[in-house]
């Protein structure tokens, strides 16, 4: 096995071994921070929580090769994982895990290719740095920190499972609820009273999804309701309120769509109400996500459109992000990826670039993997990618 190979897969398995899912980040900020301190590096936390009952702190970790802090290029991302902790396995050509590829990949392959670069004398003093945060899979808030470390860099590379891919940007989001009051009633009268939701199964829905890319052959086991998933691997939905059929969306089958970043897609995720099952509900609320190309307000325009002012119809819009461009360089190949990342709460003016080893279709699934071939191929494509921009 070469030094490079066993470097990266001992990191990698100690990273993934470590149980960090979002507000419990500070064990694996501890182990980054000893970690690269061995290495040589200046390496700084920054509190962006502190401890709190049985909560510990949670801490940012930036590190640089060197005593300049205000680097040209820093390598970045999330180390905290979506719960339920599973812990690390491997076999000859994968590793599993939860982490494994969302992000703790990129983590790995974005050390080792710096301190490589670095030791090999390709970098300089000031080159480059990495910075790892808490919070991305909930609430941006590590990298929202981030913000106040006084560092301007030109370039910001975020590493997410992109298969390899660099991205040429991503969707945004925004997520709303649609609480709906209407007349309860026996359901054989369903006809005659306003309905606060129907599901219908399987007709077409106003509100379908488009495929998602490798959905079969990467994640044959995803379950049957997930963003993004095509029609023929779960059920299709329709959404009844008060005084509206589901033709009252049929123009939101014309969602918004980007020359660069693709159509927006649109998901009913989590549907509640009701007392019984033989009972209209009289009241009930549908929590969707949107996965935005154009802006925000273009789309939160068709979404209040299509609702209008009709009685008993509420909606609460609760989180958004802009999508986000990103630069791209020669030698990559490129695609649109379909979920958010802390790239829109960097707020200083930066070229950013997304790039990492895994699929974002596993990452979260109770069989989150990631091949070690990919892993290794991902320090040769992020030494690529630094060195081709600091030559700029």
Not at 263 to 269: L, Y
Not at 290 to 299: E, K, N, P
Request: with cysteine.
């Amino acid at each position: 096995m070469s030094t490079t190979n066993f470097a990266l897969l001992a990191l990698h398995r100690s990273l993934v071994s470590i149980d960090c899912i979002t507000e419990n980040e500070h064990p694996c900020s501890v182990f980054l921070a000893e970690h690269l301190r061995a290495l040589g590096w200046t390496v700084e936390t920054q509190l962006v929580s502190p401890a709190e009952g049985s909560r510990p702190a949670r801490e940012n970790v930036f590190a640089y090769p060197g005593k300049n802090r205000n680097v040209r290029a820093v390598l970045n991302s999330h180390i905290d994982v979506v719960p339920p902790y599973i812990p690390y396995r491997e076999d000859d050509e994968n590793v599993y895990g939860r982490g494994s590829a969302d992000a703790k990949g990129s983590v790995a392959a974005q050390i080792v290719a710096a301190d490589e670069l670095w030791r090999d004398g390709r970098l300089g003093e000031g080159d480059l740095g990495v910075l790892y945060v808490v919070g991305e899979e909930v609430d941006h808030v590590g990298m929202v920190e981030a913000n106040n470390l006084g560092i301007t860099p030109e370039f910001l590379i975020v590493g997410e499972p992109t298969e390899l891919i660099l991205a040429k940007g991503h969707k945004g989001i925004i997520k709303f609820r649609v609480e709906v009051t209407g007349k309860a009633g026996e359901f054989w009268r369903s006809f005659q009273l306003n309905l606060a939701y129907t599901l219908t199964s399987p007709h077409p829905s106003p509100l379908r999804l488009p495929g998602a890319r490798h959905f079969r052959d990467r994640c044959p086991n995803r379950g049957p309701l997930h963003a993004e998933t095509p029609s023929k691997y779960g059920s299709q939905l329709h959404l009844s309120i008060p005084g509206i059929s589901p033709t009252h969306f049929t123009h939101l089958q014309a969602l918004p769509v980007d020359a660069r970043l693709g159509e927006t897609t649109m998901n009913i995720g989590l549907l509640s109400g009701g007392v019984a099952a033989n009972v209209i509900p009289a009241l009930a609320s549908a929590d969707i996500m949107c996965r935005v190309t154009t802006t925000v307000d273009d789309l939160w325009r068709l979404i209040l459109e299509a609702v209008g002012d009709r009685p008993g119809v509420r909606l609460v819009r609760q989180i958004t992000f802009e999508p986000v461009r990103c630069e791209v360089v020669e030698g990559f190949e490129t695609d649109v990826m379909k979920y958010n990342t802390d790239i829109g709460a960097w707020k200083s003016p930066v070229k950013s670039y997304l790039y990492g080893p895994g699929s974002i279709l596993c990452a979260h699934a109770p069989h989150e993997f990631i091949s070690k071939k990919e892993l290794l191929q991902s320090v040769d494509g992020y030494k690529r990618l630094i060195t081709t921009l600091l030559q700029k």
